[in-house]
């Protein structure tokens, strides 16, 4: 069990702004790449995924990362083929390596792998109750244009798009 108390951001109930919970998911993470220090034309798709982390309540763990994304394609506008076509695009999928890259060089390989295999079993009773409940969601996240959003509160937002049901 970790010493380190979880950040006010992972309670569902968090009055914090989405901007003081980045702050404090770089302040509680100084290992990953802060998506500012990186060129703008991948770096917006790195802080959405950290945005991400902050709006459903999801700190670094391997369970919570496996979570992350049917998360977002289930109830933001960023859908599976939207990935898809951010995997295929050369100027934004080096984002997405950066983020492997730094759970490996964290970890290293094989706990990454390690993780996902010990990790999947347990996660996917709750994947199934997450696409249970999204199937006639009408409300989408927005996840890339999340910047108006930045000075309000997660609890709003999360209520403003039906998320709490979602979190723990």
């Known amino acids: 069990m970790s010493k380190c108390p979880r ?18 998911y770089y302040a509680v993470n100084p290992n990953l790449t802060n998506p500012q220090k990186l060129p703008p034309e991948f770096a917006k798709i790195l802080l959405a995924h950290d ?24 109830t933001s506008d960023y859908k599976f083929r939207d990935h898809l076509s951010t995997l295929q ?8 390596r950066v983020m492997y890259d730094d759970l490996i060089k964290q970890h290293g390989v094989f706990w990454l792998y390690g993780s996902i295999f010990l990790v999947l079993p347990r996660l996917l ?8 409940r999204n199937r006639q969601r009408q409300c989408y996240f927005p996840f890339l244009n999340f910047e108006s959003l930045l000075e309000r509160s997660l609890l709003e ?12």
Request: proline letters at 7%; one cysteine or more.
């Open 51 to 74: 945005v991400s982390h902050i709006i459903y309540g999801c700190d670094t763990g391997m369970y919570d990362e496996l979570k992350l994304l049917p998360l977002i394609w289930w």
């Open 7 to 24: 950040p006010f951001y992972t309670n569902k109930h968090s009055t914090q702004t989405l901007q003081q919970g980045l702050d404090e």
């Open 89 to 96: 695009d050369s100027t934004i999928s080096p984002a997405i």
């Open 157 to 168: 937002i999360r209520q403003d798009f039906d998320l709490l049901p979602l979190m723990k």
């Open 125 to 132: 009773p709750e994947l199934i109750v997450i696409l249970w």
